[in-house]
Each structure stands twice: as structure tokens, then as C-alpha cells.
């Protein structure tokens, strides 16, 4: 908030390695030349939706017949009814009126529902002594946000805060708390995820690129160690955590088995590919929305198939019987970039909208990078100079591949209409429908 009004002010940004901050360290005009951020959210989300209809209600009854935001008479009733159904308000003659002493906007977080959260809660070493030579009592020192709890308060996770460490004892679920100790050490540590996405119902597109509803699972399957100052990975340790599931938004490109054929290559080089190009994507994605990664989730997979996994350690799969495709088997390799949002709140439409930007962007990191060999700034360190380059490939298909679709749209468009016969595009693979997993 420095230099609100006439008074000069300063920013200094110190850009580690990761691709947003390398990004912006080479092309600063891109941050300082636009506006810093876009405000997004879904209004008709319903864990949006119902507690504000709450506090509108807490504030001026509803009529039975009013609307709400950009709701129909009988959609906003049909909330309403719910609502009063649980007893959150009352139903009577002059229309719905809340019931409760409490405030409800006090219950009401930016971030997502309050009695969901975790709260974080540190335990005084045994050694130490309090007032009149008591124990000292445990203490809340934080609140974490329920979606994200299983990722950052694992077991032996370093939770930092207000520039402290705190080690993670163990993770209560049923009573949603995080038991931390403060400790000393020279390392972070990152939660390796591995995620399941099954498409629900596609909103738009009919090739390449589509956007839609999906399914997600997410499963904590361990940590990284990694050293500060040098983001070395020093160690891994394993996690049991429950999966955690989700409906939400998500865009993905798929690439038809013709177009990988083309390349060359074998699966697993094509799945390598694939794996680091999603890692750019998700990049790229975030500083296109100026939005934080953590805003959006990443998972590749086959258009076909129910293989679904995040880059991790080892080989566990989902289920304990995912695996790759077969590599006999023709490959449409596939990526998904989702709201990490229940219900979504717009940014994979958003991708979806400036999908040919979003895969410019991409190629373009990854060209424009100056490590052989992979680096924290486009795909990850240690990839090998042939990933980097087929990651950078792949990206260039798919944006070929995005042209071609465009191109017989336009003639589509262009095209004569003789009675009621409309000329049809030749239907693509990738909307063979799929079965759940």
C-alpha cells in the first residue's frame, strides 16, 4: 500500500528459481505494464452461493418470488427451500427469514468454509516449563485452509509461518487439527501428489481442446526434502493420508495418435514429454490468469485410458492397478489443468478461452530458457536436454494441431447450407466417450 496517493514508493522483487519468478525477472514489462491481478470467482458455485444467500437474508428477508444475482425466480426459491429444509431459515407467509441469533457473515471466509478448516495447533517441548512451574498449554497459531491441509500438515511436514519452522506430529481429521512443535532445520519439504481425473460433461470443444466438468482424486503419497537456498532434494519420506475427491472445471489438450506417430517416438518418451510439457503448462497457465499455481492442479493422462498420475516417486499407482497405456496401443497423450476450486470459479474457462496464447506462452518459456538440460524455471531440473526439447515439440503440435481445428471451422462457417443438411466435422477421437475408472 506504499504510495497510495503522491508519496513515491519502492517494490523490490527477489526472483528465485521458480518458472513465474524467472519469467518475470526477463520480461519485467509484463508485470509493470498491465494490471497486477484479475478478481475471479463463480457466483452460482454453491459453497459461494449458499452462505451469502445466508447473509442476504440475515440482512432483509427474501420474497418468494424474488431473484438473486443472476439466478431465475425458481432457482433462487429452489435454494431457499433448502435452505429452509436444514432449518438455516424459516419459510413462512411473508417469505424467508433467518432464524438464528449468530451473525452469519462472521462464518464466512474468502477462502473457502470456515468450519472446514484445520487449525494448527503447536505443542511445547517436554521440556519446557511455564508459569509457576507448570507446562506450558498448547496454542493455536494458525488456520490452513481444508482443501490444503493434507498437502502442507502431513505427517513430518515443515510448516513455516511469520518466518518460523514447525514440524508436523500428526494430522487429526476427525477433529480438524495439526499438531506442530517448533523446530530448526535447513530443508522445506513438498507433499508428492498423485491425481485421478475422469471427465464428467465437456462445456466446449470438440478436439484438441475442451473444457468441462471433471472428477478429480488426489492422493498424498509422500514428501521431498529440499535443502533451502539451493532447492537440493535431500531425502523423501512416506505419507498415508486419505484421498481427497472433487467435482470441478478443467480444460485438456489432447494430442490424436496420428499427430504422435508423426513424432516418432516411443510411449515412454512421449509420456516424459508430455510429463514436463504439463509441468510448463501449469506455469505458464498461472502467469497467463496472474493467478498463484497453487490456484490450479495439473494431471496428464491418455484420452482413453483411466491413467491419471502426477510425476512422483516410485511407481504406486491409483488403486493399486493403474499403470501406463499400453504401448502397443494407439496414445492420445493428454493434459488437464483444473480449478483447484470445488465447483470452479472460471479459471479453466478462462485457459480454455486463451488456449492458443496459453501454448504460445509455453513454447516460448521453454525456447527462451537458457539451461541444457531442464531447470526449476521451465521443467524441472535434471529432465535431460532431449526432454526439454520434446517437451518443447510436443507443445508446438499441439498448437498445430489447435491451427488445423481452427482453419476447418472457419471453412465450416464459410461453408454453403443446402435445405436443412449442415456439412458435419469429422467427429475426433478424443470424443470417443470414457468410462469411469
Not at 482413453?304 to 510425476?311: K, L
Not at 489443468?337 to 470459479?345: A, E, M, N, V
Not at 478461452?353 to 521451465?378: K, Q, S, V, W, Y
Request: with cysteine; hydrophobic share 40%; charged share 25%.
Amino acid at each position: 500500500r506504499a504510495g497510495r496517493r503522491l508519496t513515491p514508493s519502492l517494490a523490490v522483487l527477489v526472483a528465485c528459481s521458480e518458472p513465474l519468478d524467472q519469467f518475470v525477472a526477463g520480461d519485467p514489462s509484463y508485470l509493470l505494464g498491465r494490471r497486477p491481478e484479475h478478481a475471479r470467482v463463480e457466483p452460482d458455485n454453491p459453497s459461494i452461493l449458499v452462505p451469502h444467500l445466508k447473509c442476504a437474508a440475515y440482512e432483509l428477508p427474501f420474497d418468494e418470488n424474488e431473484r438473486y444475482g443472476e439466478l431465475a425466480e425458481d432457482e433462487t426459491r429452489e435454494v431457499l427451500d433448502a435452505l429452509a429444509d436444514a432449518r438455516l431459515l424459516h419459510r413462512g407467509e411473508r417469505g424467508y427469514h433467518h432464524v438464528s441469533d449468530a451473525y452469519p457473515a462472521a462464518q464466512v471466509s474468502l477462502r473457502g468454509p470456515v468450519d472446514e478448516n484445520f487449525l494448527v495447533v503447536e505443542e511445547p517441548r517436554a521440556s519446557g516449563v511455564g508459569a509457576a512451574g507448570a507446562a506450558p498449554a498448547p496454542r493455536i497459531i494458525a488456520e490452513v485452509d481444508y482443501d490444503d491441509a493434507p498437502q502442507d500438515l502431513h505427517d513430518h511436514a515443515i510448516y513455516q509461518l511469520e518466518g518460523r519452522q514447525y514440524q508436523v506430529l500428526r494430522l487429526d481429521h476427525d477433529n480438524h487439527k495439526a499438531y506442530v512443535e517448533a523446530v530448526e532445520v535447513d530443508y522445506y519439504t513438498t507433499a508428492l501428489l498423485q491425481t485421478r481425473v475422469r471427465v464428467l460433461e465437456r462445456a466446449s470443444g470438440t478436439g484438441c481442446a475442451s473444457h468441462g466438468e471433471v472428477h478429480v482424486l488426489d492422493r498424498v503419497v509422500g514428501f521431498k526434502k529440499i535443502k533451502l537456498h539451493t532447492h537440493e532434494n535431500i531425502g523423501y519420506g512416506d505419507v498415508s493420508e486419505p484421498d481427497r475427491e472433487m467435482h470441478t472445471t478443467a480444460l485438456w489438450l489432447t494430442l490424436e495418435p496420428r499427430d504422435v506417430l508423426a513424432l516418432g517416438w516411443t510411449a515412454a518418451e512421449v509420456t516424459g514429454a508430455t510429463m514436463a510439457l504439463s509441468r510448463a503448462l501449469h506455469s505458464a497457465a498461472a502467469l497467463l490468469l496472474m493467478s498463484e499455481r497453487r490456484d490450479l492442479g495439473r494431471a496428464m493422462g491418455d484420452a482413453r485410458s483411466s491413467w491419471f498420475p502426477v510425476a512422483g516417486r516410485g511407481a504406486k499407482g491409483l488403486g493399486g492397478g493403474d499403470a501406463p497405456p499400453d504401448p502397443r496401443a494407439p496414445f492420445s497423450p493428454t493434459v488437464f489443468l483444473f480449478d483447484r476450486y470445488r465447483g470452479g470459479i472460471g479459471l479453466a474457462e478462462r485457459l480454455f478461452d486463451e488456449r492458443h496464447d496459453l501454448l504460445a506462452r509455453t513454447r516460448a518459456m521453454l525456447e527462451r530458457c537458457e539451461c541444457d538440460e531442464g531447470c526449476p524455471g521451465c521443467v524441472g531440473p535434471g529432465q535431460g536436454v532431449l526432454i526439454k526439447r520434446r517437451a518443447a515439440k510436443l507443445a508446438e503440435r499441439f498448437e498445430q494441431a489447435l491451427g488445423r481445428e481452427l482453419l476447418a471451422q472457419r471453412a465450416l462457417e464459410a461453408q454453403p447450407l443446402f435445405g436443412d443438411a449442415r456439412v458435419q466435422p469429422h467427429a475426433s477421437s478424443a470424443d470417443a466417450p470414457r468410462e469411469a475408472p
